[in-house]
């Protein structure tokens, strides 16, 4: 069974980097897709971009400038930084497997618990 | 980008209500849809897949339908678990996601 946790601070001031980590068990991080998806307090979800299996990266556009994510694979995680944040960047973060269809990775599951950060000075 | 544009935003029902929440897209998606649900304080959760499919492990009751621009989630016989916030997703360009259907009490 395939399980995500992340990890990070909770405060990030404005500005800054936001970084955070999902440490994946049950399986290699060398053999699926992996993502990061935000939902602000009381909104919907985003999706943020994800890491392929050889390595290569896609973001959304509306956040592509900002946004590295990146694996290391001896620990078998999956990190996250976000550049420049503002308040508009307070949500809880997810990261999540993706799904093949069709050749495909298309759908977001299973899915870490999620870890909250609000940006404020 | 593609817009996903959910209707209604909230419904109220009771146990054993059958329940449709549709979903539609800005453009041609063809079955590129998955639906998810979400409880308080809890992470989403795959539903269905591919417009239609049941993921593994999930009830019966619920079914997906539709093609193109046009889908529906449907809650044959709604079950006090049910009540949750459900999510319809896009994967022909990229993701995106609808604003939400609320599933309250009545």
Redesign the interface.
Known sequence: QVQLQESGPGLVRPSETLSLTCSVSGASIKTNYW?WIRQPPGK????IGYISRSGGT?Y??SLESRVTISVDASKNQLSLKLTSVTAADTAVY?C?GG?D?KL?S????P????TPVTVSS | ?IQMTQSPSSVSASVGDRVTITCRASQYIST?V?W?QQKPG?????LI??ASNL?SGVPSRFSGSGSETEFTLTISSLQPEDFATY?C?Q?NS???????TKVEVK
Do not use: S
């Open positions: 993502n919907g979800l985003e999706w896609k959304n556009p997810y999540a799904v269809w495909f298309a759908w977001f599951d899915w870490g618990q999620g | 980008d590129w998955a998810y809890q992470a989403p959760k795959l897949f591919g993921q999510y997703q994967a990229l993701y995106t996601f609808g604003q939400g």
